[in-house]
């Protein structure tokens, strides 16, 4: 079992859709968790942290579920800019160090 | 500009012929690592530096080492390449670790060995 799963996609949405992508993890020491995006096999930038009480940023929400072990992104009112891939990523941290481990991503298209 | 360079951005090479993937940072940051990207399996780590002369192995380092003389400089280096370490590489920074920090990642290196 990976450690990090994400359902690859692709997710094709319309313009304007909410789109709700899961990820889950194996590892209950896992502290911190991100979300980055990946356009195209170009480098992955971070979009958003994850924080227990679960937080947004504009039309992207994040939330955690450490009982359940998963983290999920939210996007409300897609744009076509949008389209990317969205990659989940949990720390698991030992003394400073931290180790990233990457879920494999979810794909998203945005139709117009 | 902050950022992480590297270089060579494309590289065709081929079997057992060494090769070197050089990372920069302009930014500071104690921390860096690489990693590599395939198709199906995401992005692993291969070995991160916590700091200068401080390195360490993550979930592949096989057929890879890596130097930190210079808190700016992480290269990759490639003693003998195999068609299997045909991948994309991503060099990463922060400025402390990977826990919570902002991870900066290089534009990437393409590389096939034939």
């Known amino acids: 079992r990976k450690e990090v799963e994400q359902d690859p996609g692709p997710f094709n949405v319309p313009e304007g859709a909410t789109v709700a992508f899961n990820c889950t993890y194996s590892?209950?020491?896992?502290?911190?968790f991100f979300w980055y995006r990946q356009d195209c096999r170009k480098e992955p930038k971070l979009l958003m942290s994850?924080?227990?009480s679960g937080n947004e940023d504009g039309r992207f929400t994040a939330q955690l579920n450490r009982a359940s072990q998963y983290i999920s992104l939210l996007i409300r009112d897609s744009k076509l800019s949008d389209s990317a891939t969205y990659l989940c990523v949990v720390t698991i941290v030992s003394s400073n160090t931290g180790k990233l481990i990457f879920g494999q991503g979810t794909t998203l298209q945005v139709k117009p | 500009e902050a950022q992480v360079t590297q270089n060579p951005r494309y590289l065709i090479t081929v079997t057992g012929k060494k090769l070197t993937v050089t990372c920069s940072q302009n930014m500071n940051h104690e921390y860096m690592s690489w990693y590599r990207q395939d198709p199906g399996l995401g992005l692993r780590q291969i070995y991160y530096s916590m700091n200068v002369e401080v390195t360490d192995k993550g979930d592949v380092p096989e057929g890879y080492k890596v130097s930190r003389k210079e808190k700016r400089n992480f290269p990759l280096i490639l003693e003998s390449p195999s068609p299997n370490q045909t991948s994309l590489y991503f060099c990463?920074?922060?400025?402390?670790?990977?826990?919570?920090?902002?991870?900066?990642f290089g534009p990437g290196t393409r590389l096939t060995v034939l």
């Open positions: 994850v924080y227990s």
């Open positions: 990463a920074s922060s400025l402390r670790g990977a826990s919570t920090d902002t991870q900066y």
């Open positions: 590892n209950s020491a896992s502290q911190s």
